[in-house]
């Protein structure tokens, strides 16, 4: 499964009508860093699809690598089953970054970065590939933890599936900054601005039977997002 090489690609996203941003297309960003930025931040994905007429929807964890942003999970699943038939998904992921209080409820909002994402998503199938996909994965949460791990049996590897997407039609929105007040409202008494959210990875709790008494550094972190 090989990649465009980044040096041929050009700096901005191309706009298609399907991903083209209605409301509030200032907010819409196609610079390739800034959406990578976005997608690197995040964690968690919700995959869209249509089968047999019913939509569905499923949270998972994900991953980019270059030109592609990557998913897995059991291979007995409803959805991996269902997107390895090449039916069309949207994948979406999205950060909270802060609560917008306005002087009227009219104008509260969220400060977020969100991508979107369509295409088919393709089964990761080359063993070495797929092992490497999962190390990348598993390292993105704790840089070193593959190493630190015994290596997963083929059993495991059969039990797991690994979906690509490419990055071929996205569009990506970010709304930042305070309040946007009608100007009647402007000297309403009434306190305006905004509160910061965060994903704050809190204090490690280490499993009772666990033969290492403390969390390793590359485990720990203040952030993320």
Not at 159 to 181: H, N
Request: charged fraction near 25%.
């Amino acid at each position: 499964m090989t990649q465009t090489p980044s040096s041929v690609l050009s700096s901005d996203y191309p706009v298609s009508e399907r991903c083209r941003l209605r409301r509030n297309p200032k907010r819409a960003v196609t610079d390739r860093a800034a959406v990578h930025a976005v997608l690197d931040a995040g964690l968690q994905c919700a995959v869209g699809y249509v089968f047999d007429g019913e939509p569905y929807v499923t949270q998972t964890a994900y991953w980019r690598e270059g030109e592609r942003v990557y998913w897995h999970g059991s291979s007995a699943s409803q959805m991996i089953r269902r997107l390895k038939g090449g039916i069309p998904v949207c994948f979406t992921a999205s950060i909270l970054d802060g609560l917008v209080f306005a002087r009227s409820g009219f104008h509260h909002s969220f400060n977020y970065r969100s991508v979107v994402a369509h295409g088919i998503a393709q089964e990761v199938t080359q063993p070495a590939e797929k092992l490497a996909r999962l190390k990348a994965f598993t390292d993105r949460l704790a840089p070193g933890r593959w190493e630190e791990m015994r290596p997963p049996t083929e059993q495991e590897m059969k039990a797991t599936t690994v979906l690509a997407l490419a990055l071929d039609e996205i569009s990506c929105k970010i709304r930042e900054g305070g309040p946007v007040d009608d100007a009647d409202d402007m000297d309403a008494p009434i306190w305006a601005g905004v509160v910061p959210v965060a994903l704050v990875l809190g204090t490690s709790i280490t499993d009772p039977e666990s033969r290492i008494a403390n969390a390793p550094a590359n485990c720990l972190g203040t952030r993320l997002g």
